[in-house]
């Protein structure tokens, strides 16, 4: 993946599906890690070595990417982070978020 940080909405009918989800980023090549935070966890700025994309299966989560802005993710919706690219994150709302991230190692 190259380029700029991008977020994809849900588009589909009704919540989605973790493990549709998890099928779709590993048929992409990526590793996939399902992951959760309780409201008010935060994230300081940091970057990472590989590209991930994060699908967010419940609740919502903020994500500030360098001087790209702020985006706020809910439930079937997905980013496109590239290596490198500094952000912070922080869950908002009072509920806890499920998300899958996915690594291409």
């Known amino acids: 993946m190259s380029g700029n940080y ?3 909405k849900w588009a589909g009918a009704g919540s989605p599906d973790g493990n ?5 980023l590993e048929g992409e090549g990526y590793k996939v890690l399902e992951w959760s935070d309780r ?3 935060t994230y300081s700025t ?8 994060h699908c ?8 500030t990417v360098g001087d790209q802005g702020v985006f706020v993710l809910g439930a079937g919706d997905r980013d496109y982070l ?3 690219t500094p952000h912070s994150a922080r ?6 978020v499920f998300y899958l991230i996915g690594a291409k190692v």
Do not use: N, T
């Open 56 to 63: 967010i299966v419940s609740g919502q989560i903020e994500f």
């Open 91 to 96: 869950v908002v709302g009072d509920e806890v």
């Open 39 to 41: 409201p008010g966890i």
């Open 6 to 8: 991008r977020v994809e």
């Open 20 to 24: 549709e989800l998890r099928a779709k």
């Open 46 to 53: 940091h970057q990472h070595e590989e590209d991930q994309s």
């Open 82 to 84: 590239p290596a490198g």
